[in-house]
């Protein structure tokens, strides 16, 4: 199994430009997570789709945020426009069934923006 | 969930044993302690979860206090690679609420020196 894949690794962008970053979790996970890490707050889960569909958006910080999973095997996470605030390091991670179980994160996309 | 405190730092030698303790004093009987780490730069990594009985994997022993108010996280013989930050967290898994969620604190700072 690859593990959740997770891309770009970095990404560096202008202010104001759109940014997509991307997501394929472990195939047969249904329960897909992202989350935000910087220094400051730490890792904060942004939004959780359960079975393609979003349960939890409380945590996306503004309308500039924006998450799609059109089907199990991908998902994206859109900035749109772009800000300083916004460079930190977004991870993906995926759940099965077993809500037991723990998650299994990807490698984040650390993001720049300047 | 309950919250977790752990000490923000430890350090170990190489080859011996690590224990990282956690408080959940506000434990409730539903809820699972669960353990992470993250290596710099990398995703968080699952460990090891329990509920009340003392747990091991290939990585790791979870102990829990007869009053579940407190675990350990015990790795065995810790290397040079065991170097990361340690999460320990509180989480439901009934299947309403908000359950699913992971909310990382700042966790414990391991370093394992030679």
């Known amino acids: 199994d690859a593990g959740v894949i997770q891309s770009p690794r970095h990404e560096v962008t202008e202010m104001g430009q759109e940014v997509t970053l991307r997501c394929k979790p472990i195939?047969?996970?249904?329960?897909l997570f992202w989350y935000r890490q910087t220094m400051m707050r730490g890792l904060e889960l942004l939004i959780y789709?359960?079975?393609?569909?979003?349960?939890?958006d409380s945590g996306m910080p503004e309308d500039r945020f924006s998450a799609k999973m059109p089907n199990a095997s991908f998902s994206t996470l859109k900035i749109q426009p772009s800000e300083p605030r916004d460079s930190a390091v977004y991870f993906c991670a995926s759940r099965g069934e077993d809500r037991y179980y723990g998650y299994t994160f990807g490698s984040g996309t650390r993001l720049t923006v300047v | 969930d309950a919250k977790t405190t752990q000490p923000p730092s430890m350090d170990c030698a190489e080859g011996r044993a690590a224990n990282l303790p956690c408080n959940h004093s506000t434990i409730s009987g539903n809820e699972y302690v669960y353990w992470y780490r993250q290596i710099h730069s990398q995703g968080p990594q699952y460990i090891i979860h329990?509920?009340?009985n003392n747990e091991t994997n290939e990585m790791a022993s979870l102990i829990i206090t007869e009053d579940r108010k407190s675990s350990t996280l015990i790795l065995p013989h810790a290397t040079l690679r065991d170097t990361a930050v340690y999460y320990c967290?509180?989480?439901?898994?009934?299947?309403?609420?908000?359950?699913?969620?992971?909310?990382f604190g700042k966790g414990t700072l391991l370093t394992v020196n030679p």
């Open positions: 195939s047969g996970h249904n329960s």
């Open positions: 967290i509180v989480r439901g898994t009934n299947s309403g609420g908000s359950n699913y969620k992971l909310t």
């Open positions: 789709f359960n079975n393609n569909v979003p349960i939890d």
């Open positions: 329990g509920l009340k």
